[in-house]
């Protein structure tokens, strides 16, 4: 009953590095999101994927990079990590498409990042 | 473009007081729209969702929300708070076409005084 997974649950990086958050849902979902969460900024999204194959930008798209391996999982990338990128990060995913719009989203338990 | 305001950064309230947080959204169309709460360390937890007919929705834990369409809001209540309310919560706005993009508020803090 995994729902959805993400990994690490915590991260310290060095200004510069590069870092890829995994998140992987077992509920057959279509449609996957990244948010990050800030204090008094709520959830912003920065990237989603309304169904395999396709990836949109967010409301904070600038420094990452994102890929829809398949059906199951969607990584969000850090190319060269910058201090403003500290948060707490969410995926989520949900049914999607046409007939499920209505559906909410079931979220990961988040991956708290620290850039030094 | 649809986004959501949440004007209220933190409330107060004593418990067994009643409760309304307020939520106004935009969007071109009558959008799908939700209220999550999160604890402290947690991820989000649904109390519930409107997508049409009747404006008043019930959720989980005694909560329910009425969805104005004049005033483009979507308040959620709750007649008596429980110390155990105290969280953050959020509005958000789901499209209801294409790429089905879904927008958060920035949240309200809820304080419960014992």
């Known amino acids: 009953n995994a729902g959805v997974t993400q990994t690490p649950k915590f991260q310290v990086l060095k200004t510069g590095q590069s870092m890829t958050l995994q998140c992987a849902q077992d509920?057959?979902?279509?449609?996957m999101y990244w948010y990050r969460q800030d204090p008094g900024m709520g959830l912003r999204l920065i990237y989603y994927?309304?169904?395999?194959?396709?990836?949109d930008k967010g409301e904070v798209p600038n420094g990452y990079n994102v890929s829809r391996l398949n059906k199951r999982e969607f990584s969000l990338r850090l190319e060269s990590a910058a201090p403003s990128q500290t948060s707490v990060y969410f995926c989520?995913?949900?049914?999607?498409?046409?007939?499920?719009?209505?559906?909410?989203?079931?979220f990961g338990e988040g991956s708290r990042l620290t850039v030094l | 473009a649809q986004s959501v305001t949440q004007p209220d950064i933190h409330i107060t309230v004593s418990e067994g007081a009643s409760l309304e947080l307020r939520c106004n959204y935009s969007?071109?169309?009558?959008?799908?729209l939700f209220w999550y709460v999160q604890s402290p360390g947690q991820g989000l937890q649904l109390l519930l969702k409107?997508?049409?007919?009747?404006?008043l929705v019930q959720g989980i834990k005694g909560f329910e929300a009425e969805f104005k369409r004049s005033q483009s809001s979507f308040n959620l209540r709750k007649p008596s708070v429980h110390w155990s309310d105290a969280a953050e919560y959020f509005c958000?706005?789901?499209?209801?076409?294409?790429?089905?993009?879904?927008?958060f508020g920035t949240g309200t803090r809820l304080k419960v005084l014992a």
């Open positions: 958000a706005v789901g499209a209801t076409s294409g790429t089905y993009k879904y927008i």
């Open positions: 989520a995913s949900r049914p999607g498409g046409l007939a499920t719009a209505r559906g909410e989203l079931f």
């Open positions: 509920m057959n979902h279509n449609s």
């Open positions: 409107y997508f049409s007919g009747d404006t």
């Open positions: 969007y071109g169309a009558t959008p799908y």
């Open positions: 994927s309304a169904s395999e194959g396709t990836t």
